[in-house]
């Protein structure tokens, strides 16, 4: 019996899909160039009993088995291998429950970030994890890379509200790891250790989270600059005023330009690159933050700086902020960088963004979450065939981990290793280290079935 007919067995035939088409949209994720196969099947989970199911199948028949969300990946973490099951999460979509005394809530891994930051809303509630792409990845992904987000400078990425998880383990079995208290420090960390994971120890099926109180209203300043390196120097400013801004995001014209011309905004800015700066301080000290945050900004030689005069006004900003990437990605396939630094190099490393982007003849365009150091250079290409093109631009990918490491900054902040950055990682920690991570895989994988080949 093959591995189909053997999930048709135990899963509900209609959920276990072969169609050459369909194969081919789970294939891949958004990395430009990752490597990819198409899987012997996709089983679309409707239930933990499903996932249950698909593992045990693929362990009887030593068959790889790739997690996936949304599919908004933008490292190859989730690109199918050969003969593998790709694991389809999205209508595994439903917010359990949300306690508000407990501030948490229990989530299946396939709700789309924004519609659990709307459900707990209701409550008075925040989750403050929040990628770029909330408003269509997964609560499922953004644990299995630790994903970051706009705010993140302040109040941390989403290993930092992984609770607790359901998985189910190299064995076939589902088992509970973390807790839903407050406090808890029984055994290993097997939490935090999933959480980042890339899906290489295990399948997620329930996530419970903690959550914060709903904020105040947040104040919006923008700074623009005519260099890139002076924007640097404020971000650096605003790291030395001691001022912990809610959210610190660098965006260049060209993206500005790029969204306009996709949505016609109307956003377009007399400058080279603009800081979205929010402070989310209450009352009298919010104003004082803002004061500082737009003081940072003049003093590194912003063309203008200056608070947001409407909502409506700072809401467009940021709403184009979340849209670079997808307008970027209408010009072509687009390379995406992921690297982190200490704020106090960040100068540093923009500036080698600039050269790199120079030596090697291609459009880098630069957005970041630049109040904690990740930077996010996109390398530009074309859909026409351009191979030439498309490897100056692989040349500068590799170029700008480089010089994040030579910072003393590390290949990825929350996009996590999947297939792009693996020479990066195997640099940055050293093969000792990487003989650890394989040691702790064999142990909780010693079929090696969850996602092979990637990360390490």
């Known amino acids: ?39 012997a099947a996709v089983v679309r989970a409707r239930s933990t009993d499903d996932i249950v199911a698909t ?27 050969p003969g593998c099951v790709v694991l389809a999460m999205e209508q595994l979509n439903q917010v359990l ?28 509630l925040w989750y403050p994890p929040d990628p770029a792409s909330a408003p269509w990845s997964t609560i499922g992904g953004n644990v299995a890379t630790n994903a970051g987000g706009l705010c993140c400078v302040k109040y941390g990425v989403t290993r930092e509200y992984v609770l607790g998880l359901q998985l189910v383990n190299g064995a076939g079995e589902l088992v509970r790891v973390g807790r839903r208290t407050a406090k808890g420090v029984a055994g290993l960390d097997l939490t935090a250790l999933m959480v980042g994971s ?52 660098l ?23 603009i800081l979205l700066a929010n402070t989310d301080a209450p009352g009298a000290a919010g104003d004082a933050e803002a004061k500082t945050l737009i003081a940072a900004f003049e003093q590194a030689g912003a063309t203008w700086a200056g608070q947001a005069e409407s909502q409506e006004e700072a809401d467009a900003l940021f709403a184009a902020r979340r849209l670079a ?43 970041a979450h630049a109040g904690d150091g990740n930077l996010h250079p996109c390398m530009v290409t074309s859909y026409d065939d351009d191979s030439e093109m498309e490897q100056r631009c692989k040349t500068a990918f590799h ?36 003989q650890m991570y394989r040691a702790v895989k064999a142990g909780l994988d010693p079929k090696g079935i969850f996602n092979p080949g990637k990360v390490f």
């Not at 009887?60 to 990946?73: K, L, N």
């Not at 709307?118 to 409550?123: C, D, F, H, I």
């Not at 993206?255 to 690159?273: E, Q, R, T």
């Open 97 to 124: 429950e949300i306690d508000p005394l407990e501030r948490l809530a229990v989530v299946q891994p396939g709700v789309v970030n924004d519609d659990l930051r709307a459900a707990v809303a209701q409550q008075g």
């Open 325 to 367: 990437y997808p307008a970027l990605e209408r010009l072509g396939p687009v390379l995406t960088e992921d690297v982190c630094v200490p704020k106090g190099n960040v100068p540093a490393m923009l500036a080698r963004v600039e050269q790199i982007a120079e030596e090697n003849d291609v459009v880098i365009a630069t957005i």
């Open 251 to 273: 965006v260049d014209s060209y993206c500005l330009k790029v969204v306009d011309d996709w949505k016609n905004m109307g956003l377009s800015a007399d400058a080279n690159y």
């Open 198 to 249: 890339e899906g290489t120890l295990g399948i997620i099926t329930e996530i419970t989270l903690k959550l914060m109180p709903a904020r105040p209203p947040e104040r919006t300043v923008a700074g623009f600059f005519d260099r890139l390196t002076d924007a640097g120097e404020a971000i650096a400013g605003v790291a030395r005023s001691g001022v912990i801004p809610s959210v610190l995001e």
């Open 55 to 81: 593992v045990q199948v693929c362990l009887e028949h030593d068959a790889p088995v790739v997690a996936r969300g949304a599919g908004t990946g933008l490292s190859g973490g989730a690109n199918a291998v």
């Open 399 to 434: 170029q700008i981990i480089d010089a994040a490491l030579e910072l003393g900054g590390t290949v990825t902040g929350e996009h996590g290793v999947g297939l792009l950055k693996m020479p990066g990682l195997a640099t940055e920690v050293g093969e000792p280290v990487l």
């Open 1 to 39: 019996m093959d591995i189909t007919e053997a999930l048709r067995e135990r899963i509900a035939p209609d959920q276990v899909i072969t169609d050459p088409a369909v194969l081919e949209s789970y294939r891949r994720d958004q990395a430009a160039w990752a490597d990819s196969a198409l899987p």
